[in-house]
Nanobody
């Protein structure tokens, strides 16, 4: 079992930056790829970014060049640095752990409880 706890969400203005963090506990953190997904009101949960144990990263096209995912295997944490935020980035952001690097919700093994990010225009 892996427990994931997100932090760092909030209300910001368009163009601002925000950093989300996810703390993991339980099974060996380095065995899992970590990712971020988001879900806007009335929408599906969608992939944002992911990183495997060795640092290989994958991004959704909508966030490439603006968001950066990183992980600290010694501290069991993963972060999402979000720059140049847009109103369409507004969503609940979920931390995810999976046994393989993935962009699909079906392959995620563990989810965090989510943190709200709201970007005003």
């Amino acid at each position: 079992q892996v427990q994931l706890v997100e932090s760092g969400g909030g209300l910001v203005q368009a163009g601002d930056s925000l950093r989300l963090s996810c703390a993991a506990s339980g099974r060996t953190f380095s065995n899992y790829a970590m990712g971020w997904f988001r879900q806007a009101p009335g929408g599906e949960r969608r992939f944002v970014a992911a990183i495997n144990w060795s640092g290989t990263t994958v991004y959704a096209d909508s966030v490439k060049g603006r968001f950066t995912i990183s992980r600290d295997n010694a501290k069991n944490t993963v972060a999402l640095q979000m720059n140049s935020l847009k109103p369409e980035d507004t969503a609940v952001y979920y931390c995810a752990a999976s046994r393989v690097l993935t962009s699909t919700t079906q392959a995620v093994n563990y989810w965090g409880q989510g943190t709200q990010v709201t970007v005003s225009s």
